[in-house]
């Protein structure tokens, strides 16, 4: 293979990356300097389920294998793409739509989705708003590698197809090449279940990728859709994505260590600016900071959280220990009230009436009563929906994908494991006279 030297004088070669769900995914050199930054290789040490593990011991794959992952199967939808409509995607447009796969999570903070949050950020941000920073910024190893391996005038192409944009200096962008990345059935999603199957042991069915990436197309309007023989597939798909959520990304205990983690460090946050915790370096970066620029942002990652745990268990403050000394040692859960429907209106109207008898049972409600609030819209059709080659949408061909598209809701309340028996018993008699109407309560 030919050496190529490149970013601050590193050589570097085509390379393959052996992956556990695609197996071998292929790197030209250009694309190894980009994945060879200090800010790509950060998402190593980013975890893709956050708390998940806790659940799910297997489930600590991160950030870097799923967005290698993307990059894989964008090439592979380009490929299948020209290869039923030749010339559709240019070479130079196949880059940038693997490109923007390859760099769609560069932006996300430790933990992933978890701490995208002002409560833990004092400089907060989206991940999308993030990336973009890292991505522009010439004091980052990742800006400088993309704007070498593009130029400027073609790695701005690639920022206006990843903000979905029409054109970009007259030049069209059709609207699959943004669909490829972000839509109802992208190649972000397609990567992150089946890894996500994989590594938390789900058994809950699966689809074929494969099928998936054959049975689309791209209509004359420049849009996707499948070939009618494709619909199982696609059926297959949503299933997956419907019980992912409901067995995985909604499960009780990691909706619980969610909440641990970011009460922890919000709790951390206010002790630091009170000046009674001391932060590392990086933590002060996160919790304190309310000017963080990229090299910064760029510099944090789940380790320092982790690394504070002993001693934040250990801490004075009961706030701050309580939780940091369940996410340590995984002992005393909060365990959910089993009662079926809880709505989060039924929520808001039992809760002072529950936090008085967590009071009265000698626990402090402010930090043993806790709240969680499930929300899934279901699969939309219409709006950002997947179409069939007739140009309807697959919910109006099949009973299977209608039956998904409606929304779920529901509340979770968790409550000291001692008291939980009698807290539910009290909570059921509140909610049974009116489980279609509190009105009673208002």
Same mark, same amino acid.
């Given at each position: 293979?030919e050496?190529?030297?490149?970013?601050?004088?590193?050589?570097?070669?085509?390379?393959?990356i052996r992956?556990?769900?695609h197996?071998?995914?292929?790197?030209?050199?250009a694309?190894?300097?980009i994945?060879d930054?200090?800010e790509?290789?950060?998402l190593?040490?980013?975890?893709?389920?956050?708390?998940?593990?806790?659940v799910f011991?297997?489930?600590?794959h991160n950030?870097?294998?799923?967005?290698?992952?993307?990059?894989?199967?964008?090439?592979?939808?380009?490929?299948?793409?020209?290869?039923?409509?030749?010339?559709?995607?240019?070479t130079?447009?196949?880059?940038?739509?693997?490109? @923007? @796969?390859?760099?769609?999570d560069?932006?996300?903070?430790?933990?992933?989705?978890?701490?995208?949050?002002?409560?833990?950020f004092?400089?907060?941000?989206s991940?999308?708003?993030?990336?973009?920073?890292?991505?522009?910024?010439?004091?980052?190893e990742?800006?400088?590698?993309?704007?070498?391996?593009? *130029?400027?005038?073609?790695r701005?192409?690639?920022?206006?197809?990843?903000? *979905? @944009?029409?054109?970009?200096?007259?030049?069209?962008?059709?609207?699959?090449?943004?669909?490829?990345?972000?839509?109802q059935?992208?190649?972000?999603?397609m990567?992150?279940?089946?890894?996500?199957?994989?590594?938390?042991?789900?058994q809950?069915g699966?689809?074929?990728?494969?099928?998936?990436?054959?049975?689309?197309?791209?209509?004359?309007? *420049?849009?996707?859709?499948?070939?009618?023989?494709?619909?199982?597939?696609?059926e @297959?798909?949503?299933?997956?994505r419907?019980?992912?959520?409901?067995?995985?990304?909604?499960?009780?205990?990691?909706?619980?260590?969610?909440?641990?983690?970011v009460?922890?460090?919000?709790?951390?946050?206010?002790?630091?600016?009170?000046?009674v915790?001391?932060?590392?370096?990086?933590?002060?970066?996160?919790?304190?900071n309310?000017?963080?620029?990229?090299? *910064?942002?760029?510099?944090?990652?789940?380790?320092?959280?982790?690394?504070?745990?002993p001693?934040?268990?250990e801490?004075?403050?009961?706030?701050?220990?309580?939780?940091?000394?369940r996410?340590?040692?995984?002992?005393d859960?909060?365990k959910?009230?089993?009662?079926?429907?809880?709505s989060?209106?039924?929520?808001?109207?039992v809760?002072?009436?529950?936090?008085?008898?967590?009071?009265?049972?000698?626990?402090?409600?402010?930090?043993?009563?806790?709240?969680?609030?499930?929300?899934?819209?279901?699969?939309?059709?219409?709006e950002?929906?997947i179409?069939?080659?007739?140009?309807?949408d697959?919910?109006?061909h099949?009973?299977?994908?209608?039956?998904?598209?409606?929304?779920?809701?529901r509340?979770?309340?968790?409550v000291?494991?001692?008291i939980?028996?009698?807290?539910?018993?009290?909570v059921?008699e509140?909610v049974?006279?009116?489980?279609?109407?509190?009105?009673?309560?208002?």
């Amino acid at each position: 293979m030919e050496k190529q030297t490149g970013l601050m004088g590193m050589a570097m070669r085509d390379r393959v990356i052996r992956d556990e769900i695609h197996k071998d995914i292929f790197v030209p050199a250009a694309h190894a300097k980009i994945i060879d930054t200090r800010e790509f290789q950060r998402l190593r040490s980013i975890q893709q389920l956050s708390t998940c593990e806790y659940v799910f011991p297997a489930a600590n794959h991160n950030r870097f294998s799923h967005s290698l992952g993307a990059y894989h199967l964008a090439r592979a939808l380009v490929d299948s793409l020209n290869d039923v409509q030749p010339g559709l995607v240019s070479t130079d447009d196949a880059e940038l739509i693997q490109l @923007a @796969a390859l760099l769609h999570d560069i932006g996300h903070p430790p933990f992933s989705h978890l701490l995208e949050s002002p409560e833990v950020f004092a400089t907060y941000h989206s991940h999308e708003h993030w990336g973009r920073v890292l991505l522009e910024s010439t004091d980052t190893e990742v800006g400088m590698a993309l704007l070498e391996a593009l *130029g400027r005038t073609r790695r701005d192409r690639l920022f206006a197809l990843l903000d *979905g @944009a029409s054109e970009h200096e007259g030049i069209p962008i059709p609207p699959f090449m943004k669909e490829i990345v972000s839509s109802q059935l992208d190649v972000d999603r397609m990567d992150y279940m089946v890894r996500d199957q994989a590594n938390t042991g789900a058994q809950i069915g699966g689809f074929d990728i494969a099928r998936v990436i054959r049975a689309l197309r791209v209509s004359d309007d *420049g849009h996707f859709y499948v070939k009618s023989w494709g619909l199982p597939a696609i059926e @297959a798909y949503l299933v997956t994505r419907y019980h992912m959520y409901h067995q995985v990304y909604f499960h009780k205990v990691n909706m619980l260590t969610q909440n641990y983690l970011v009460r922890m460090l919000s709790r951390a946050r206010a002790l630091a600016h009170d000046g009674v915790l001391s932060l590392s370096p990086s933590l002060e970066n996160m919790l304190l900071n309310s000017n963080l620029d990229a090299k *910064g942002y760029a510099a944090l990652n789940d380790a320092h959280v982790r690394v504070a745990l002993p001693d934040w268990a250990e801490h004075d403050d009961s706030i701050l220990s309580h939780y940091a000394m369940r996410l340590l040692s995984r002992r005393d859960f909060h365990k959910s009230l089993r009662i079926e429907g809880l709505s989060t209106e039924m929520v808001s109207v039992v809760l002072p009436r529950l936090e008085a008898l967590v009071a009265e049972a000698g626990y402090d409600p402010n930090i043993d009563v806790i709240t969680a609030r499930i929300s899934k819209r279901g699969y939309m059709p219409y709006e950002q929906g997947i179409l069939l080659e007739d140009g309807r949408d697959a919910a109006d061909h099949s009973p299977l994908v209608r039956s998904l598209t409606q929304p779920n809701e529901r509340a979770l309340i968790f409550v000291p494991d001692a008291i939980r028996d009698e807290l539910e018993l009290s909570v059921r008699e509140w909610v049974k006279p009116s489980q279609s109407s509190l009105a009673q309560f208002e």
